[in-house]
Structures are given as structure tokens and as C-alpha cells.
């Protein structure tokens, strides 16, 4: 149990393209899920927490415009790169919170975008 | 500002226990240690958490002394596979609050 799925799990788009990254718990609700981005040879870095059914809160220096975020169900949030440029190329993580499950997070397998 | 410090690499070898220390010094009462692992090119793995008791399961065991300054995670028996970079986290078990992440420790197994 306590799966966490993201699609797609590599991308490589054009610059000025948008990428969308799906984020879903299968096997138990989430009404939080949170965004990473993680560069090579670094550590995760919080982008955003995703709530369902309202507003994701974004972190000190992440632009809300860039990268849009839809909670709009229970089981899946969305990750939007507008526009990217290749300075947005990065392991991009998700993870979803079970309340059932101690509020334990569960991380999904991430997705690699490679922006040209 | 991070709330725990970490070696930034160890090695171990192959059937050893390994035993990662963190320090949490300014730790608050209601602050967890959460530990995860993260295997190169793959979303972290939850291992164990703990508030004041030790705590084992099928993966690992957590020590944390009296005091919860420090941390100590055990992983009685390493293999290859358990080659990652370890994060030790504090964080209140609130749903909802976010996990942030450190530098993290890299185990290197070694046969």
C-alpha cells in the first residue's frame, strides 16, 4: 500500500513549451500533496504544497505563475511548467500525505524534464 | 535553516550494520525524527519515524537518546541495495505540515 504515481516519468520539450506532470495516490486519499524540484548532486527542495479543492501555497521564491498547481481531486494533483526554459530542466518529485497513515508522506518516483 | 545535521557521507560494508547519526539539537517536544532514503534517480522512501521511544520495523531501527538531541538510524544487516542518500528530519506530525529536506548522509555499501 501507500503508492505514489507520477506521469510522465521523463519529458523532453522545446523551450517556451508547457509541461504538465500528474501526481496520483493510488491506494489511499490525499487532501495534501506537496511539490519538489531537486537538481543533480542537490537535495529536494519544496515548491509548493497542493491542497485539495483550494489554492496551493507556494514557497519564498517560487513563481506561481510558472508553475501552476491543480489539486482536483482526492487522489491527484497536477504540475503545469509554463512556458519552460532550460534552466527549468529538473527532477521534479511529488509526494501525498495518508492522515489513515500516521501522516506519514509517500513520494512518488519523479519525473525528469529536459527542457531544449 | 536546518534543523539537523548530518555526516555527509559513510561508508559500510556488506552485512554490517549501518549506524547514521543526526544531531537535532533545538529539537521542540512536539517535533518527530522522520527518516527517509533516497536511491539515485528515485523519489525518497519513507523508513521510520519516532518521538521519544525507540522504534523498529521491518527496515530499520531508530534510537533516539534521552535528551532528543541526537538520532541514531540502524540498518542491521547492509546490502548493495541500501547504497542512498539518508535525510533525518524534524518536523511536527501535523497533517499537512511539509517535510524539509537537508543535505542528507551517503551510504556507500561496499562488498
Known amino acids: 500500500g501507500a503508492v505514489v504515481s507520477q506521469h510522465p516519468s521523463w519529458v523532453i520539450c522545446k523551450s517556451g513549451t508547457s509541461v504538465k506532470i500528474e501526481c496520483r495516490s493510488l491506494?489511499?486519499?490525499?487532501?495534501?500533496m506537496f511539490w519538489y524540484r531537486q537538481f543533480p548532486k542537490q537535495s529536494l527542495m519544496l515548491m509548493a504544497t497542493?491542497?485539495?479543492?483550494?489554492?496551493?501555497?507556494?514557497e519564498q521564491g517560487v513563481e506561481k505563475d510558472k508553475f501552476l498547481i491543480n489539486h482536483a481531486s482526492l487522489t491527484l494533483s497536477t504540475l503545469t511548467v509554463t512556458s519552460a526554459h532550460p534552466e527549468d530542466s529538473s527532477f521534479y518529485i511529488c509526494?501525498?500525505?495518508?492522515?489513515?497513515?500516521?501522516?506519514?508522506?509517500?513520494f512518488g518516483p519523479g519525473t525528469r524534464l529536459t527542457v531544449l | 535553516d536546518a534543523k539537523t545535521t548530518q555526516p555527509t557521507s559513510m561508508d559500510c560494508a556488506e552485512g554490517r550494520a549501518a549506524n547514521l547519526p543526526c544531531n537535532h539539537s533545538?529539537?521542540?517536544?512536539?517535533?518527530?525524527v522522520y527518516w527517509y532514503r533516497q536511491i539515485h534517480s528515485q523519489g525518497p522512501q519513507y523508513i521510520i519515524h519516532g518521538l521519544k521511544n525507540n522504534e523498529t520495523n521491518e527496515m530499520a531501527s531508530l534510537i533516539i537518546t534521552e535528551d532528543r538531541k541526537s538520532s541514531t538510524l540502524i540498518l542491521p544487516h547492509a546490502t548493495l541495495r541500501d547504497t542512498a542518500v539518508y535525510y533525518c528530519i524534524v518536523r511536527v506530525a501535523e497533517y499537512g505540515n511539509k517535510l524539509v529536506f537537508g543535505a542528507g548522509t551517503i551510504l556507500r555499501v561496499k562488498s
Open positions: 491506494d489511499f486519499q490525499a487532501t495534501t
Open positions: 497542493s491542497n485539495e479543492g483550494s489554492k496551493a501555497t507556494y
Open positions: 509526494s501525498a500525505q495518508s492522515s489513515g497513515r500516521g501522516n506519514e508522506q509517500f
Open positions: 533545538t529539537i521542540s517536544g512536539n517535533e518527530y
